[in-house]
């Protein structure tokens, strides 16, 4: 019995830290605040395929707390454009993605008026982004 009781205390203390690691893993994945997606390409497929359905899972799988996609360059002529990925930046926007644009390329594509119509937030992004940086967001670039 003697020798039982120190196996029985080995087992037992190392299935609480096995169980305790997938708690501090979760806590670990919950504790990475903010993530910044700055998506800037025209190609359709690379934002429904890749940089729409990471960003929106990083939000709705908790990933991240806060996550924002940023509109910038030839993706603000895309998006005004193409319906399915309007409504697909919708449904983002209700899942509690915040989405915001660069008011510069959205004014040098004539289509500021239609993105904020979509409830995006259409503003300069040069000094948003670069807050971004220095308050040690993860930023990702599609």
Known sequence: MRAILPLLLIILTTSNLIGSNKNDEKMKISERQQLAVVWTSSDPEVAEKVCFMYTQNAKL?????????V????????LSENKVLQERVKQMIADGVKVEACVACANMYGVADQLAAMGIEVKPMGPVLTVYL?????????
């Open 71 to 78: 509109v910038w360059g030839p993706s603000a002529k895309l």
């Open 61 to 69: 799988k908790g990933w991240f707390n806060e996550v924002v996609l």
């Open 134 to 142: 220095k308050e040690n967001w993860k930023v990702l670039t599609f």
